[in-house]
């Protein structure tokens, strides 16, 4: 019965976000609430940055109808204890409430990314406060339980990077969505398997409103006006939803799932690229000297497309990246340390990077060298023709 109310509000999600998005772009469109155009966007023409605003109101009402419905109606056993589980998915509603009003006015008007930082900080202290917070490492670092005064503060900063790493690489069509709806549909399984289903239950709402985003996102056409953006609204709500399920199955708590050993690995397994992405990004601005929220060109999907590829190629091959690290971290969980499997994944993220460095500045030599061919070409013509010129007009 649990799998049915799972599987039905995902495909009702699905069909909710798939009737408000073409309204929200009829919206847009009249009222001319575009993305604006500039050297580090990619897009060229006119589209609308709001299709975020379709994400949150159908992930708290599904919720809420859900849970009222297994409560009241269908007096459901759910396998959990209300008491233990109803604070933290309160606060999650409220977090995302607070980060829908902030990503919206961003998106219309503009916010300070120090304001929007601020409102990140806040929403992230909403999960300690409802009682969700890392308070187990699970041997990595030779750590096991966590004392509240740093397991709090490494929550609430772990919420604040996942949120801003979302944020960084909604700047590729399809790419956001497409991460955030792996991790949920991977945690929201793994949830599944151990029974924890109000958790399940969420991860398949926000999968399901993600669908219909990501083909108006990638495959929708910009000249018949069916393409649309998240925005901030998205992007932020995104980075704490998938914030909520990867400390929620990180944290050591019987009432939400049976102790695992690898459920900290497990966890961020999805984010590793993004997260990695940011920290190498704000490492590299720190390092010559440039504002470290200062946006850029240098995040992984500029780089392939430095290297040639298509947009929904570097897309697709990113996305192959987060499902290589997540099932190799599922896989080795269960054969090595969590430390080991830690030290393979940085290992590994360096190597790619190694190898997708090398072969951009190929590809960049390579356009030099074309390019300097094509100026000496026409170099060479314009002279002749200023030559051939002089000869006809020679008294």
Not at 25 to 43: A, C, E, I, S, W
Not at 145 to 173: K, R
Not at 227 to 241: N, P, V
Not at 373 to 390: D, F, H
């Amino acid at each position: 019965m649990q799998i049915l109310l799972v599987i039905g509000c995902f495909f009702i999600a699905l069909l909710l976000s798939r009737g408000m998005i073409p309204l929200i772009m009829l919206v847009t469109y009249k009222r001319r609430l575009f993305d604006p155009v500039n050297g580090r966007k990619l897009h060229q023409g006119i589209v609308p940055r709001l299709g975020g605003v379709a994400f949150v109101p159908i992930q708290c009402f599904l919720f809420v109808v859900s849970l009222v419905f297994v409560i009241k109606i269908a007096n459901m056993e759910m396998g959990v204890q209300s008491w233990a589980l109803l604070p933290s998915f309160m606060m999650l509603l409220c977090g995302l409430g607070m980060l829908f009003m902030v990503g919206v006015v961003d998106d219309l008007i503009g916010v300070s990314y120090r304001w929007k930082f601020v409102a990140q900080i806040l929403a992230a202290a909403f999960f300690p406060l409802s009682g969700l917070w890392i308070n187990d490492l699970y041997g990595v670092g030779l750590i096991v339980s966590l004392p509240a005064w740093i397991g709090i503060p490494l929550t609430m900063f772990m919420v604040v990077l996942i949120i801003n790493a979302i944020n960084l690489i909604d700047g590729l069509d399809g790419l956001c969505s497409s991460v955030v709806a792996m991790g949920c549909l991977v945690l929201g399984s793994l949830f599944m398997y151990y029974g924890a289903w109000w958790h399940a239950l969420f991860a398949f709402i926000t999968l399901g409103v993600l669908i219909p985003f990501f083909y108006y996102n990638v495959f929708g056409a910009t000249r018949r006006r069916r393409r649309i953006f998240m925005g901030d609204t998205g992007s932020m709500t995104l980075g704490y939803s998938i914030a909520f399920l990867a400390i929620s199955f990180a944290m050591n708590n019987t009432y939400i799932r049976p102790f695992s050993e690898g459920a900290i690995v497990v966890a961020f397994s999805t984010l590793i690229i993004p997260v990695m992405d940011v920290a190498r990004v704000m490492f590299v601005r720190w390092r010559v000297g440039k504002p470290v929220f200062k946006p850029d060109r240098n995040h992984l999907h500029h780089k392939f497309l430095r290297m040639g590829m298509s947009h929904r190629a570097a897309m697709l091959s990113i996305l192959g990246l987060v499902l290589v690290f997540c099932l190799f971290n599922i896989v080795m969980v269960e054969l090595i340390s969590n430390n080991l499997v830690i030290l393979c994944d940085i290992g590994l993220w360096l190597g790619v990077h190694w190898i997708f460095e090398k072969i951009e500045q190929k590809h960049i030599k390579k356009q030099d060298a074309e390019t300097q061919v094509i100026v000496s070409v026409q170099i060479y013509r314009s002279n002749t023709e200023r030559k051939r010129k002089g000869v006809l007009h020679a008294p």
